[in-house]
Every structure is written in C-alpha cells, then in structure tokens.
C-alpha cells in the first residue's frame, strides 16, 4: 500500500484550473520530490493531501485513509510544514516541542523534547528563545516538531525557501534523519538541486499535470545520450563559499578558493 496515493485529482478556482488530473504515488519510507514553478499547482495539491482543500475531482489517500471521507485519520497520520516555520518566538525550543507533545497527548514531553533537541542538533540552544535562532535553527525545529507523535508520513512544502546556504544543508540532513527512520516524505520545491540530492522519485508537476515521474536516472535517461569531454575542474562557488565560511563542504575536503586548477583532468558531461 502506498503512504500517499493521489488518482485523478482535479481543482479549479472559479475560471482557473489548477490541477487537470494529477497522479501520484509515495512509497513507504522514501521520499518523493515535487517539482514545479511558481502557481505549477504544488501547494494546492499539499492542501488537498492535508485535507485543507476538497478536490473537485479524482481520490487521494494517506495511510490507507481517504482524505475526503476519513479526514481526521487522515490528520492523525501525516504532520504538514508549511512554506514558513510555525514556531512560537516568544517560547524556547524546548518550550516549543513540550507545547506540540502536549497538544498531541504524547507521555512524558519533557523526555521528548529532550530527545528532539538532542537529534537535531538543538541542545545548546533548546532552553533560548526561539527569536534569537537563525533561519536553519528554526527550520531544525519546526521538522522536530512535525515529528512528534511519531506521523508516519511527513509533507514539506518548499522547506528551504529563503534560507542561507548552510541552513539548507541542516534541512537537507534533518530530512535524511527522518527519512533514515522510517518516514515518508513529500517535498515540494522549486530548487533542482534539492530534489537530487534528497529524493527516491521526483515528480514534475507543470500546467496542472504530472509530466514525468521517476527516479533522477529515469528522468535523465529521457534526454539524449551525452558525450564526454575532459576538462579542468574549477572550483564552484559553493567550494569557495564554503571554505571561507566553514561548513559541511570544508570539513570534508571541499575545494577551496585557492585551489586553482587541478592536475589531473575531471570530467563532465554536455548533451549533444
């Protein structure tokens, strides 16, 4: 059974149809990315999934349940994260995950707080005020909080958006923490590199409609084969950000903006 099953969704807003028909499947524990631009209908889809939104037409499921006929099972099942983090600023965030714990009628919310900080890197900061956090930190927590009551299926929509470099980073490993176990996760997103680095499958919604759906080798397979060519491998600027700033890159190695060009020939690939 799939965690998030959609069949034939259509919606409009009055002369304007926004999704014509739209497929999509969400395999147990993998993540799934959804690709569009801007007004693509990504967000209506979210909010048809969550059962904010009533479809004009076709089926969707989550966990089992239909999201028009059993939507609060359907609730209990999935934890949304909106486009912005919804997080108190006035609380800690240690406050802030006790406050969630005792809404869901988790046991011992101080124990889970606790163990949330711990996970996502928040520890030292669990017990400030969530104002004095930076974009990547509230981020951290807003996923942390998604995560009690232990939702089988998580949906972020567009996550990332407007974060810093290194905050998007701290995203991109809270989502590969909770993918690590067990959860499923849709992600909206507007950013390529996102959905490669992250994703099982990547869907492409466009006008209303899913184009393509597949992992990122099927998608790519779509495109002529490519020819090699060697080249001098120049450092990117995420290397050279990276290494003046610190962070996941330099740590491990990243080139740096001294490194100039390299020795040995790399190589890329350019479709003819």
């Known amino acids: 059974m799939s965690a998030i099953a959609v069949t034939g969704v259509e919606k409009s807003f009055g002369d304007v149809s926004v999704l014509r028909g739209v497929d999509l499947r969400a395999e147990p524990g993998s993540i799934v990315a959804l690709l569009g631009s801007n007004g693509a209908g990504k967000t209506t889809l979210v909010r048809i999934i969550a059962t904010l939104l009533r479809a004009d037409a076709g089926t969707a499921t989550v966990h089992g349940f239909d999201v028009a006929t059993q939507a609060a099972d359907v609730r209990a099942s999935l934890s949304l994260t909106g486009q912005f983090a919804a997080v108190d600023d006035v609380l800690t965030g240690r406050e802030n995950l006790v406050l969630m714990a005792r809404l869901r009628h988790v046991d011992a919310p101080g124990a889970v707080a606790g163990r949330l900080l711990e996970r996502f890197g928040l520890t030292d900061a669990g017990d400030r005020?969530?104002?004095?956090?930076?974009?990547?930190?509230?981020?951290?927590?807003?996923?942390?909080?998604?995560?009690?009551?232990?939702?089988?299926?998580?949906?972020?929509?567009?996550?990332?958006?407007?974060?810093?470099?290194?905050?998007?980073?701290?995203?991109?490993?809270?989502?590969?923490?909770?993918?690590?176990?067990?959860?499923?996760?849709?992600?909206?997103?507007?950013?390529?590199?996102?959905?490669?680095?992250?994703?099982?499958?990547?869907?492409?919604?466009?006008?209303?409609?899913?184009?393509?759906?597949?992992?990122?080798?099927?998608?790519?397979?779509?495109?002529?084969?490519?020819?090699?060519?060697?080249?001098?491998?120049?450092?990117?600027?995420?290397?050279?950000?990276?290494a003046l700033v610190g962070g996941p890159r330099a740590a491990s190695g990243g080139a740096g903006p001294d490194t100039g060009h390299q020795s040995a020939a790399a190589t890329t690939e350019e479709h003819r």
């Open 129 to 242: 005020r969530v104002q004095t956090y930076s974009g990547g930190m509230r981020r951290r927590l807003d996923i942390a909080m998604s995560l009690i009551g232990d939702p089988p299926i998580i949906v972020l929509d567009e996550p990332t958006t407007g974060l810093d470099p290194q905050a998007r980073l701290e995203v991109w490993d809270a989502v590969r923490e909770a993918s690590g176990k067990g959860t499923t996760i849709l992600l909206t997103t507007q950013y390529l590199d996102e959905a490669e680095h992250l994703a099982d499958r990547i869907a492409i919604l466009h006008e209303g409609r899913i184009i393509i759906d597949g992992t990122l080798a099927e998608l790519k397979a779509v495109l002529p084969p490519a020819t090699v060519e060697y080249v001098e491998k120049q450092p990117t600027l995420e290397d050279v950000f990276f």
